[in-house]
């Protein structure tokens, strides 16, 4: 079974496919993952593998360890694209989730002033205004819509909160326009006995109205690279999604493909 990713709150760097040459910030536990989705391809897998011991690493260990590792890459001349927070689950849970984006500024400026920061966010917590000053501080706020169909986003991403609606979330994240950067999942198969399909003419045809409506900087399609919990999924490959790209190119939306 997946299990968690990252042991540590700091790792990397590590090549990114969408980011390039990436330093990992992890908010979660280093033995266990908390997050507000559930999604079906996690590569941290599954909630149900608990939260762990170690609790959330707080506001001044995360600076501490950052400073740390960007003090020790100035010094050896190595290079940074960005720094990105993921991890082991959704990052904007975390309570000190704003002073560390603004710690995270003022050590970027210091020994990296040309690096990016990057948050990977399942967009679950739009509705609290610091998280939202938060991220409009960081260059790459990467925002997840996984569907823009409220039945199918709830089976991909199974959302800890019911309320949770594609409808809503949209709303939210259209307030950022130009200052975000939507992420979409594509992908197909089963799941507790369900057929699961985001490629399909109707979920494409949302996807494009809900992409209008919010206007982002970019957005980035993807597919399954790695191992998931649930086995009955099937990768859409990068042909397939070139194709549904023009559908939204075609509309005036930046689309990149990984």
């Not at 762990?52 to 940074?80: D, F, N, W, Y």
């Not at 991220?135 to 569907?147: A, F, P, Y």
């Not at 979920?203 to 399954?224: C, F, G, K, T």
Request: with cysteine; proline share 4%; aromatic share 6%.
């Amino acid at each position: 079974m997946v299990t968690i990713l990252f042991h540590s709150t700091i790792f990397g760097p590590i090549h990114s496919r969408r980011l390039g040459t990436s330093l990992g910030v992890n908010l979660s536990p280093v033995d266990g993952k908390v997050c507000s989705f559930d999604c079906i391809y996690c590569e941290a897998g599954y909630n149900s593998q608990g939260a762990g011991k170690s609790g959330l690493p707080q506001r001044e260990e995360v600076a501490r360890l950052l400073e740390e590792k960007l003090q020790a890459m100035s010094a050896a001349g190595e290079t940074l694209d960005v720094i990105t927070f993921s991890g082991n689950g959704e990052p904007t849970i975390h309570p000190q989730f704003a002073e560390i984006i603004d710690d995270t500024i003022v050590l970027r400026d210091r020994y990296f002033p040309a690096v990016k920061i990057s948050v990977l966010s399942n967009s679950t917590r739009l509705g609290d205004e610091r998280v939202v000053e938060a991220l409009k501080k960081v260059e790459n706020n990467i925002l997840k819509l996984d569907s823009a169909i409220t039945p199918t986003m709830r089976m991909i991403d199974q959302p800890n909160v019911p309320s949770f609606t594609s409808e809503g979330v949209i709303e939210q994240i259209a307030q950022f326009g130009q200052q975000c950067i939507v992420q979409t999942m594509m992908l197909r198969g089963w799941h507790n006995g369900q057929r699961i399909d985001n490629t399909t003419d109707a979920e494409v045809e949302a996807l494009l109205q809900a992409y209008q409506r919010i206007n982002p900087r970019e957005v980035m399609l993807y597919s399954i690279d790695r191992a998931t919990p649930e086995e009955q999924l099937e990768k859409v490959e990068k042909t397939e999604l070139e194709t549904i790209a023009q559908r939204f190119r075609a509309a005036g939306i930046k689309v990149q493909v990984n």
